[in-house]
């Protein structure tokens, strides 16, 4: 069973960063598709960003240029860096990982809730 320990969430005021770190337990990073989603209060969950094994990244519209997702394999850890952050940034943030042979295959962490305000 892969479990996560999500950290990095919290308060920040508009325009601030915060860096989010999502750390795996077991060798699960050579064939997944690690990706941090959030999801606000009232609405769906939706993909924020996502590194593939072969490091390829993919953002959404609303935080390109904005925010970075990499990933270190040796530690079994994916980040996601946030910058500018806006209120609509607040959310429970959500580590992902998807297997890219079965697809089907995926897991999650427990979440980290991250509140931009003044």
């Known amino acids: 069973q892969v479990q996560f320990v999500e950290s990095g969430g919290g308060l920040v005021q508009p325009g601030g960063s915060l860096r989010l770190s999502c750390a795996a337990s077991g060798n699960i990073f050579s064939i997944y598709t690690m990706g941090w989603y959030r999801q606000a209060p009232g609405k769906q969950r939706e993909l924020v960003a996502g590194v593939s094994s072969s490091s390829r990244t993919n953002y959404a519209d609303s935080v390109k240029g904005r925010f970075t997702i990499s990933r270190d394999n040796a530690k079994n850890t994916v980040y996601l860096q946030m910058n500018s952050l806006k209120p609509e940034d607040t959310a429970v943030y959500y580590c992902?990982?998807?297997?890219?042979?079965?697809?089907?295959?995926?897991?999650w962490g427990q979440g980290t809730q991250v509140t931009v305000s003044s």
């Open positions: 992902n990982a998807r297997n890219e042979v079965i697809r089907s295959i995926a897991y």
